[in-house]
């Protein structure tokens, strides 16, 4: 930089982020996250404008992978069977794909059913292990009666579901997550997850809350792999 040159200062709205949907812009918008010129404020802008871009595409995909796991996946398969049994039933018009403008995979409501977020969905095998957590998620709340306002019913399914569902494989947290643990892996990822969990729940205080109730019912909820004989991998 020359002499006297002086480089002007960033102001508080300039994020790098350029809105519009015309190549200049789009590599404007590459180059500037690729060089971290773009602050965290400019990337969830990018992120919030590439969702609601590709909303259609990403749900008309979403769809048709849900579809394929109904009818080839063995985990989904194996989970409706069982729900069904309960009384349940789960199906295209309660298994919607959305775009969620917040940071999450998917969500169960008993009222509602099961949304899985299309636009954070990063392969059909991340689709299979976020439907196969919210349908255990839906098999608790059938076979256990699950108070969703009871902080340590809301750890005890989450721990089974993300124990269970496969989200925890080894595979997935070293090459998805950048988890590099070898021993005591699964029940980390576990606990990890359940916590955070936890922690979006209304009732929940804070972190140290979360791990306390988590703690809690550890033990007996980590062990109870029904409706599966064991831990599915």
Not at 64 to 84: A, C, H, V
Not at 142 to 168: M, N, P, Q, Y
Request: net charge positive; charged share 30%; hydrophobic share 30%.
């Amino acid at each position: 930089m020359a002499d006297g040159e002086r480089v002007a200062p960033r102001t508080p709205k300039d994020t790098g982020y350029r809105p519009g949907n015309d190549s200049f812009s789009k590599w404007h918008n590459v180059f500037s996250i690729l060089t971290g010129q773009m602050t965290p404020e400019g990337r969830e802008q990018y992120r919030l404008a590439r969702d609601l871009r590709n909303e259609e595409a990403d749900c008309r995909r979403c769809e048709e992978q849900r579809d394929y796991l109904f009818k080839y996946s063995p985990i989904i398969r194996f989970m409706r069977e069982r729900i069904t049994e309960l009384n349940g039933d789960l199906n295209s018009t309660n298994i919607r794909c959305r775009r969620c403008p917040i940071r999450q995979a998917g969500g169960f409501s008993p009222d509602h059913g099961i949304q899985i977020c299309a636009n954070e969905m990063r392969s059909q095998g991340h689709l299979e292990d976020t439907l196969a957590h919210e349908m255990m998620h839906a098999y608790d709340h059938l076979r256990f009666k699950v108070d969703w306002a009871d902080l340590r019913h809301a750890a005890c399914t989450e721990i089974r579901a993300s124990s269970l569902s496969g989200e925890c494989r080894w595979i997935r947290e070293f090459f998805t997550r950048r988890q590099y643990r070898i021993t005591q892996q699964h029940q980390e990822c576990v606990r990890r997850r359940a916590t955070l969990s936890v922690m979006n729940r209304p009732a929940c205080k804070d972190d140290v809350h979360a791990a306390k109730v988590v703690n809690e019912v550890w033990d007996s909820c980590f062990a109870d792999t029904r409706p599966f004989d064991e831990i599915y991998k």
